[in-house]
């Protein structure tokens, strides 16, 4: 019989695979619910319980939250409590994520964006004739081209991109109560702007951050998260593992056609 590891390694190959696919991809993930076995649908999420030190009864922060499906994956996970979603594509938002607070009252969501400052920005969608890839919408409309060329090389030339005006708000701004223990971000090229706006939570509350790597901005990311460690999560070892200079090149990559099971989120841990 497979052990769990190896059944794992087999998993995100798959989902990888999936990936690349934006018609297999938008099936899949648009009816999560019924292919649980994807999820968390991020290998790296793994690492979340180690890095927590298996303390399940905290307040996550879902920032970039899409469909939901990575708040899909932290309650697959076992994480229970309180979990705030912020997701500024109003589509999304009314089709998938209003149903989701509705199953789970324990899952808060918001219409609006996080960055630096309260702002109103546009924001960058791409289509696929009258279908968006959702989980592609950017603030950074070159960051966004960029990444469709390397995720849809031969589909590029059929993607149009739309923009629309969405209301950006600063976490400290916030009149909220909300203690955060665990952010995770996924905002394509944006991380920085929103962990700026977390300044004096990061003082006060000292959160653990999980955060999609792009290379633009990590070193952005780490002047401000200063006190903090990062560490990536290794699937075939299934430990964290502290970031060092050298793994930036060959285990991380946005895209690695050459490792599917190349590091695509770094967890960033107060000291």
């Not at 899949?28 to 994807?38: P, Q």
């Not at 180690?50 to 697959?76: E, H, M, P």
């Not at 009314?94 to 789970?104: C, Q």
């Not at 924001?123 to 390397?150: A, C, M, Q, R, V």
């Amino acid at each position: 019989m497979l052990n769990h590891n190896i059944l794992n390694l087999i998993k995100y190959r798959v989902v990888r695979i999936i990936e690349s696919n934006p018609s297999i991809n938008l099936i899949i993930y648009n009816n999560i619910r019924y292919f649980k076995f994807f999820l968390p649908h991020e290998k790296d999420y793994l690492g979340m319980k180690k890095v927590c030190k298996n303390k399940t009864n905290l307040t996550v922060i879902d920032i970039g939250a899409n469909l939901g499906i990575s708040t899909l994956g932290f309650r697959s996970m076992g994480f229970k409590n309180k979990i705030i979603i912020f997701e500024p594509n109003k589509e999304i938002y009314k089709k998938y994520l209003l149903p989701l607070s509705k199953r789970d009252k324990n899952i808060k969501i918001n219409n609006f964006a996080l960055g630096h400052k309260n702002e109103k920005k546009k924001f960058y969608l791409p289509y696929i004739g009258n279908k968006s890839i959702h989980y592609f919408g950017s603030f950074d409309k070159s960051y966004l081209i960029n990444s469709l060329k390397i995720t849809f090389p031969n589909l590029i030339k059929k993607i149009k991109i739309k923009e629309k005006k969405t209301e950006v708000l600063r976490f400290d701004n916030l009149k909220t109560d909300i203690k955060p223990h665990f952010v995770k971000i996924d905002v394509e090229g944006y991380d920085h702007n929103v962990i700026k706006g977390f300044s004096k939570s990061i003082k006060k509350h000292k959160p653990i951050f999980l955060v999609e790597y792009n290379k633009e901005n990590y070193d952005k990311i780490v002047k401000i998260l200063k006190g903090y460690q990062s560490f990536f999560y290794d699937i075939k070892s299934d430990k964290l593992i502290k970031l060092k200079k050298k793994y930036l090149n060959n285990k991380i990559a946005r895209t690695n056609k050459k490792n599917l099971l190349s590091i695509r989120n770094i967890y960033f841990v107060p000291n």
